[in-house]
């Protein structure tokens, strides 16, 4: 094969790996919020009818929360098959598990049919798609990063982050359409219609990632026989900063998010008595400005600096805290939209660039592993516990004002994680050496 022929098929393996990671984690975030959407709007009515608004509320995130203690767990399993037999394989599984639990929420009787194993029930199906998300971030990103150039990374890798906004805007979408055309019945069988959808788009992600090559940076760990027996262990053996600080530098993100686009709907509706239609709109707008927010701000960190615009977006999101509730709680719509649309753009500060900024910290034997660990670990810390705490706070206190407070209070860890995170960037070109130090590459390690 000539030089051009090579060049021709590597250009192509690379649009293949970014269209096949971004629409696989559309499809599993698109999962993973319509779940989110529904224990907000939903779950409380059919899984705990009988409790008090806000207690029904509180159990249906608790549910919520599984999800996310699981996401570490996925991360641990499937980092492993990640590093040991590659990317593209635990993908597909990963993709595979979310659908099929997915789907069987859409098929689960409510508690008026079953009793307390519909609830029960509902909790293995979370701690199913928590497992899913938390091997699926790792292997998108590192297929699509690793696919790039070292210039490129934080570009490339902020092509799967638009999983997040695609995912929430066809989730919302959909939880829109049904809520409009099923009227009083969307309680009752409306809802469902949206996860059992979720089959369908698994088959289209499944035949998308069939069709891409393993990683460049992989096939290389395997040529140079540099595969690790367990590479969880040797991770948290070589770079437990780097996994520490990747799960507290992204409280600022992860948390504030899940009050943004979850806990949102439940303030909005029951403390403000906003209209439903209405927030799921401003959400559907905010999900669509994210296409262009996303890979924008990876983009500037390959410019500025992965640190500098991570740093930006912390500032940002801890000086909009109090103004976000103060646009919500006047219940005008254009301030809502506002609001709402703001809030995402300084998340998309902090989500484009942040793929790379952690996952190029990691050995590439030990990428998988090491970057998903880190990165989901933050669900345990962040965005599970968010929405219990919002609600918790606004229980016992009928106001916004601390939990503006508690953003500040997730900022400033991140900023503390974001300065005590090791200055260093893994190249592909030693995978031997897991955690060595490579020459700086201009911004992009910055």
Known sequence: MNT?????????????????????????????????????????HVFFPGSTPYAGVIASFGTQFVGFAARPIGAAIFGHYGDRIGRKATLITTLMIMGVGTTLIGLLPGFASIGIAAPILLTVLRLLQGVAVGGEWGGSVLLSMEWGSDKRRGFMASWPQLGVPIGLLLSTAMVQLMSATTGDGFLTWGWRVPFLVSIVLVGIGL?????????????EVKKTQAVLHVPVLEAFRHQWREILTSAFVRMSEQAPFYLFVTFVLTYGTQQLQLSRTGLLNDTLIAAAVGFVSVPLFGHLSDL???????????????????????????????????AI??????????????????AESFGPNIRYSGAGIGYQLASVIAGGPAPLIAAAILQSTGSSTWISIYIIGCCVVSFVALLLMPRRGVTDLAPNVVGRPARATGPATV
């Not at 069709?211 to 940076?217: C, D, I, R």
Request: hydrophobic residues 50%.
């Open 207 to 219: 035949y998308v990632r069939l069709k891409v090559l393993e990683s460049p940076a992989f096939t």
């Open 341 to 358: 649309v703001v809030s995402l753009i300084f998340h998309d500060m902090q989500y484009g660039p942040q793929a790379a900024l952690i």
């Open 304 to 338: 500025i600096g992965r640190r500098m615009m991570y740093g930006i977006g912390i500032v940002c999101t801890a000086a909009f805290a109090f103004p976000y509730f103060g646009l919500l709680n006047t219940r005008v719509a254009g301030l809502v939209l506002l």
């Open 4 to 44: 051009g022929q090579s060049e021709a098929l590597f250009r192509s393996q690379r649009r293949r790996a970014v269209v096949a990671s971004t629409v696989g984690t559309s499809i599993e975030w698109y999962d993973f919020f319509l779940y989110g959407t529904a224990a907000a709007l939903v779950f409380p």
